[in-house]
């Protein structure tokens, strides 16, 4: 994330001599794009933990359990053993607290465009 805020402000001066509806739309877009590329390889990362430490029998199966999981869905199909339970709720709060910090990103990025397009205006 502080690297995708170090892109944002580099960007900036750009943004500031006047972006098109165009250029919002895909500044929006790469902005989802790295997000999500971030998330995705925090999921990755558990799902690795859990193939290698907790003894899920494959990637698969511990990749979609990292994914229910951070995503705090649950379905509850696939389960750690016993001895690892915690850990799944562990990864569901930093899911919660990613996906909360990725909101309050977009919402920052979201607020100062339409703060900059008021004073250009």
């Known amino acids: 994330m502080a690297e995708l805020f170090n892109w944002l402000r ?8 006047g972006f098109t ?4 739309i895909f ?3 790469e902005i ?3 997000i999500l590329f971030l998330h995705l390889a925090q999921i990755c990362v558990w799902a690795g933990f859990y193939k290698i430490w907790a003894g899920l029998k494959d990637f698969e199966s511990a990749l979609y359990f990292s994914i229910v999981t951070y995503a705090t869905i649950g379905y509850g199909d696939v389960l ?3 001895g690892w339970r915690l ?3 562990i990864e569901g709060v930093t899911g919660v607290l990613t996906f909360g910090w ?3 990103v977009i919402f920052a990025v979201a607020s100062r465009l339409m703060a ?3 004073r250009q205006k």
Request: charged share 15%; glycine share 10%.
């Open 10 to 17: 580099g960007k900036q001066p750009k943004i500031e001599k």
């Open 116 to 118: 900059m397009q008021v």
């Open 27 to 29: 500044l929006f877009i």
């Open 32 to 34: 989802f794009a790295i």
């Open 102 to 104: 990725s909101t309050g």
């Open 87 to 89: 850990l799944g709720t």
């Open 80 to 82: 750690l053993p016993v």
């Open 21 to 24: 509806t165009a250029d919002n």
